[in-house]
């Protein structure tokens, strides 16, 4: 009994070995060798310091950007604060933020009718920091941040489907615009066609390096 005892032992360590350190470290050396953007975090950097992550949205609330979703992760896409609101579809107090949502929406996007928005628009991600909208929530920005920047809509097209992040191995998963991707891309055309715009809105991206060209 006691050599059962002791063997049980031996097979727990070595299992613990195997599982948690080597497994682990394989993994890891595997990430960075062959995925070191997406295994450091896919951190996009400003004059060498960290400036935003593709895998985390941001609160973008100028109209001369791409609207991501809304977010109930503390005052909006902390990391920490990872949550929904958890409230139901009769839920007062979420039917408001919803309808001030549209509200504000149509004033900003009137060119797209009420029954037409898209639906990430105006609702959140259950956990809050997703940084993905709908390909048609990206579209259907494009005539106001056509008018405010003066980039013409097809290049504007362009750049929504260059942000595109498509079903992994064609099957899993929904094709979704990564906004932090985009907003980026934005930055870099907006430069170009008209440079005090860009000053104005895109001020503090200045130096940023552009992202890896996929997620």
């Known amino acids: 009994m006691l050599n059962d005892f002791l063997r049980s032992i031996k097979l727990t360590i070595w299992l613990f070995i195997l599982?948690?350190?080597?497994?682990?470290?394989?993994?890891?050396?595997?990430?960075?060798i062959f995925f070191p953007f997406q295994a450091s975090g896919?951190?996009?950097?400003?004059?060498?310091?960290?400036?935003?992550?593709?895998?985390?949205?941001?609160?973008?609330d100028?109209?001369?950007?791409?609207?991501?979703?809304?977010?109930?992760?503390?005052?909006?896409?902390?990391?920490?604060?990872?949550?929904?609101?958890?409230?139901?579809?009769?839920?007062?107090s979420y039917i408001e933020s919803v309808k001030k949502r549209i509200k504000?929406?149509?004033?900003?996007?009137?060119?797209?009718?009420?029954g037409k928005i898209p639906v990430d628009l105006i609702?959140?991600?259950?956990?809050?920091?997703?940084?993905?909208?709908?390909?048609?929530g990206a579209l259907a920005q494009i005539p106001r941040i056509s008018k405010l920047t003066g980039i013409n809509r097809?290049?504007?097209?362009e750049l929504v489907k260059s942000a595109v992040s498509y079903r992994d191995l064609g099957v899993f998963g929904t094709p979704g615009v990564n906004t932090v991707r985009l907003n980026f891309k934005?930055?870099?055309?907006?430069k170009k066609v008209n440079s005090k715009i860009y000053a104005k809105v895109f001020k503090g991206l200045a130096g940023v390096e552009s992202p890896a060209p996929n997620d």
């Open 19 to 32: 599982c948690s350190i080597i497994y682990t470290f394989f993994i890891w050396g595997i990430g960075r």
């Open 154 to 157: 097809a290049r504007l097209k």
């Open 123 to 136: 609702a959140g991600s259950g956990s809050g920091l997703d940084p993905f909208i709908s390909i048609s």
């Open 62 to 92: 100028s109209p001369y950007l791409f609207d991501s979703r809304p977010s109930s992760a503390g005052k909006g896409y902390e990391a920490d604060s990872s949550s929904a609101s958890d409230n139901g579809p009769t839920n007062g």
């Open 104 to 114: 504000n929406f149509l004033a900003e996007n009137p060119s797209v009718k009420k």
């Open 42 to 60: 896919s951190i996009i950097y400003k004059n060498g310091k960290p400036a935003g992550s593709l895998l985390i949205g941001e609160n973008f």
């Open 186 to 190: 934005l930055a870099a055309s907006l």
